[in-house]
């Protein structure tokens, strides 16, 4: 540079500016190499982007070894269900791949509204839309509803996609303590006479502690602040109410309570993509106007009837859902009988066995590997360092005697690794 400027100073050669170094500049990128770091100095293997050979149910395959899997959300055995299969393979067959349009021009096929039917009514509310992705769908959804001079609450441990479509949207965000329905009420009766609109959003099933929003409550604090509702259905939709219906059932409640259901289909649905499901005025409005909708293409065929297939199969075979509680529960209950933290979860499928220590909970999962059980460690800062955990995700197809294993296992590890346990062992239930 000095060169080029004439100006007769000294030349110096200008280091290889390598296309990473760029983002190596980015304080982001150096936190991330830190972390990285600090992982590494564990001894313990990289445990982000396992490699899984096959189809994920209460069994995986990695590197060519078999393991007991609590990693993955395939709560209904519905992913590798061989009803499901066989629709995602006949409508590729028919439709193809891909739908290779928007469904407003011409990306639109018979089952795209045929599995928006099933959902509505699955549900128990008019009318529902289908999107690419589900994190999309909250972030377009969010981003788009509301707008500057209007006020979004959401639960102080939404999940990122909820957060994404709040910032998009420019309205003003608040969140309120976690499932505090009563905190929420003083906020808006403080606050509510500033804003246009209020969209209060909630999760049915909470994903990283495994407890459940109390809705009925907050349709309550909704109705008297006439703000709207949106409920995140993302791990409740199969896993809550008897058959699996979600939160409505669960509660006996009318869904057409609630102004916006939002899920996704990547869990129970076993195929990927998301939901609106509301009123016939809610879903035509997006339908012609929400960008992530408009502007994106067509959820693609196979996934559109696997969703539908694994719906159909689940109203066949109900008795998934209640052994799909049975075996939470156990898992559950061992877990407090061994005296191991499992936090708030209650009643669904996802139970962490927090740590409050990312490398014991990452040392955890390591030496879980090596008995055949693969878990997933979560840790900070996708937690608070005091929150680092292993999550546990249940599945109907896991066995007594695997849960058994397993929690016996976790609680040897956490005794050997010197852990001090924060919660007295439990009588059993
Ligand atoms: N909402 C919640 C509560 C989630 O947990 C997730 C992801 N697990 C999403 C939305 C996004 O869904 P998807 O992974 O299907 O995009």
């Not at 529902?128 to 979004?152: K, Q």
């Not at 479509?165 to 499932?179: D, I, M, V, Y």
């Not at 909704?222 to 669960?250: C, I, P, Q, Y």
């Not at 800062?381 to 955990?389: F, I, K, N």
Request: hydrophobic share 40%; with cysteine; proline share 5%.
């Amino acid at each position: 540079i000095a060169a080029a400027a004439g100006n007769g100073a000294v030349a110096y050669a200008m280091p290889t500016v390598e296309p990473e170094d760029d983002i190596a500049q980015f304080a982001e990128y150096r936190r991330l190499k830190t972390m990285m770091q600090q992982m590494q100095m564990t001894g313990c293997p990289n445990p982000y982007f396992t490699v899984h050979e096959g189809i994920v149910r209460d069994m995986t395959v990695v590197g060519g070894k078999p393991y007991i899997s609590f990693a993955s959300y395939n709560y209904l055995g519905m992913s590798g269900h061989p009803r499901v299969t066989e629709a995602a393979a006949e409508a590729v067959k028919k439709y193809g791949t891909s739908v290779s349009a928007s469904r407003l021009v011409s990306g639109e096929k018979p089952i795209h509204n045929e599995l928006e039917r099933a959902i509505a009514k699955w549900i128990g509310v008019d009318s529902s839309i289908l999107m690419v992705g589900g994190h999309a769908t909250n972030e377009t959804t969010i981003g788009h509803l509301v707008g500057s001079g209007d006020l979004i609450l959401h639960d102080s441990l939404s999940h990122n996609s909820i957060v994404q479509g709040a910032l998009l949207s420019g309205a003003r965000r608040r969140p309120f303590p976690h499932n505090d329905f009563e905190a929420l009420d003083r906020m808006l009766t403080e606050m509510r006479s500033q804003y246009r609109r209020v969209l209060i959003v909630i999760e049915g099933v909470y994903s990283m502690d495994g407890d459940f929003s109390n809705v009925p409550e907050f349709v309550k604090v909704k109705r008297k602040h006439r703000a709207v509702l949106m409920v995140d259905e993302a791990h409740s939709f199969g896993t809550m109410g008897k058959t699996g219906r979600g939160m409505a059932e669960h509660f006996g409640m009318d869904a057409r309570d609630v102004d916006i259901w939002m899920g996704t289909l990547s869990k129970s649905g076993a195929s990927c993509g998301g939901y609106i499901a509301g009123s016939a005025a809610l879903v035509e409005l997006l339908k012609y106007t929400a960008p992530g909708f408009v502007f994106s293409v067509g959820m693609p065929p196979a996934q559109v009837a696997a969703a539908l297939a694994a719906i159909q199969t689940l109203d066949d075979e109900p008795e998934r859902v209640e052994l799909l509680r049975k075996r939470s529960h156990l898992f559950l209950s061992l877990c407090r009988q061994a005296g191991l933290d499992t936090g708030d979860s209650e009643g669904t499928p996802v139970i962490p066995v927090i740590t409050g220590n990312s490398m014991v909970a990452l040392r955890l999962s390591n030496r879980l590997k090596g008995d055949g059980i693969n878990v997933q460690p979560i840790l900070y800062p996708a937690v608070d360092e005091s929150a680092a955990r292993l999550r546990f995700f249940i599945t109907c197809e896991h066995s007594e005697e695997q849960i058994r294993f397993a929690v016996e296992r976790t609680a040897k590890h956490l005794t050997d690794l010197g852990f001090c346990r924060t919660t007295e062992p439990k009588t059993p239930e």
